[in-house]
């Protein structure tokens, strides 16, 4: 019950749209490469200095100079560019992407992100993460509706340090696609074979239902 991570990676492809600039984060995020619709023109960003980034390489055909922001090999599509931290985060900041997919340990029903660090575990930083959310035009995020106790993630008030406040446009998690605005959840598609109910059992922060929620099909 519920989605893969490769099916919320497609779920997601769904919000692309042709001539998009594109960051991906870190774990389901990267994943969205492999879905791009078939005809669209969309150019993915890696904020350690590529613009033009393809699909995972297959087996035997990795060039392990040529990664992402998470050090996983990576392809490059003909066009592609290659520069330093400092063009790239000027891109960044400048609001040159469009949209960034990141992945998420917390939502707040207000839009706050808390993606990068729990207190007291071995953390490599926040990267180039608290960039991306201050600048990017449009923010998903893709994630575990729960975390691994069972616990809800989407939260009145995250508790874990925050990336960024308020940034949150709209999240795609296991069981759900949700909108959130206005301070609260809007649910608008459910995952296959997921119930309304069992989404709102999940969800600690305030939920709006309005109306019958359609069903994702792949």
């Known amino acids: ?3 893969t991570k490769e099916q919320i990676a497609q779920r997601i492809a769904r919000e692309l749209r042709d001539g998009y600039y594109v960051n991906l984060g870190i774990g389901i995020p990267t994943l969205v490469a492999n879905y791009i619709p078939s005809g669209m023109s969309v150019v993915l960003q890696s904020e350690n200095g590529l613009l033009g980034m393809g699909p995972f390489p ?3 055909e990795e ?3 040529l990664i992402n922001a998470g050090k996983q090999t990576i392809t490059t599509v003909p066009g592609s560019v290659f520069f330093d931290s400092a063009m790239s985060f000027g891109m960044i900041r400048a609001g040159k992407v469009d949209l960034t997919v990141l992945g998420a340990m917390e939502v707040s029903q207000d839009g706050d992100i808390a993606n990068w660090k729990i207190p007291g575990k071995m953390v490599k930083g926040m990267g180039g993460a608290m960039d991306l959310v201050a600048s990017a035009r449009n923010i998903i995020v893709a994630m575990m509706h729960t975390n691994p106790k069972g616990e809800s993630k989407l939260l ?3 508790q874990l340090p ?3 406040i308020r940034c949150v446009k709209r999240i795609v998690s296991d069981l759900a696609v949700l909108d959130v605005y206005d301070g609260v959840f809007h649910l608008l598609e459910r995952a296959p074979g997921v119930s309304v109910d069992y989404i709102k059992e999940r969800t600690a922060g305030v939920l709006v239902v309005q109306g019958e929620i359609p069903e994702i099909v792949f």
């Open 156 to 158: 009145p008030a995250c």
């Open 63 to 65: 060039d392990a100079d």
């Open 58 to 60: 297959f087996e035997g």
């Open 162 to 164: 925050l990336t960024g």
């Open 1 to 3: 019950m519920g989605m």
